[in-house]
């Protein structure tokens, strides 16, 4: 984990060192997101998607005249609905993509941290990781020279849940170690500026 997160840093202060050398794009950006989690253990239930808003700001820094670099700081909920109610874990993420501009169109993937700021409902202990590590990919559309739109799907690497199991006799069960993130999310974004 240690080194996944020097990695993400060292990555970061690329992209400022390559920002101070170019000119770059920046803006902000909010949408809306399908999200649930996929659990493989028979403890917990089936969930199903749940729409999650997020909002944040956008750096983009061109590599060439095609390929370019961003980063994203964006404060985001996942969560999911079961039968008796729903789950909210909201993150301050930071996603780091490499994309294609295509005429109208980007193309991108990348990794993405999140950092878990709060949980709803609030449990008496918490079950929930306060750290989550995402695979996404996605496109961008240019409507106008500074208004677009973004599609992508995200999948979590990390385990939501890292908890200890006893039985009502206190009998040790083990670690239950599961759930992944996953989200459809739409965003609507506007350049605040344009590196030309």
């Known amino acids: 984990m240690k080194t996944i997160l020097r990695f993400l840093l060292a990555l970061l202060l ?13 803006g902000v950006k909010a949408g809306l997101g399908l ?10 239930e089936d969930t199903d998607f749940d729409i999650r808003f997020q909002a944040g ?9 095609k390929f370019f670099l961003q980063s994203e700081v964006l404060f ?3 969560g999911w609905k079961v039968d008796d109610g729903s789950t909210t874990l909201t993150y301050l993420n930071i996603p780091v993509l490499i994309g294609i501009q295509v005429e109208k169109f980007s193309f991108y993937g990348g990794g993405e941290v999140g950092f878990k700021l709060t949980e709803k409902p609030d449990l ?15 496109l961008s559309y240019m409507v106008s020279p500074q208004l677009g739109i973004d599609l992508r799907y995200s999948h979590g690497l990390a385990n939501l849940i890292e908890v200890h199991l006893r039985d009502p006799q206190n009998q040790d069960l083990g670690e239950l170690r599961d759930g992944k993130n996953v989200a459809i999310q739409l965003s609507v974004f506007y350049v605040l500026n344009r590196a030309d």
């Open 14 to 26: 690329c992209i400022n060192a390559h920002a101070a050398m170019c000119q770059v794009s920046y």
């Open 124 to 138: 008496p202990t918490e079950i929930y990781e306060n750290f989550d590590i995402c695979l996404l990919g996605g």
């Open 57 to 65: 700001g956008f750096v983009r820094a061109p590599l060439s005249q």
């Open 76 to 78: 985001a909920q996942k």
């Open 35 to 44: 999200t649930k989690a996929r659990f493989s253990n028979d403890f917990v």
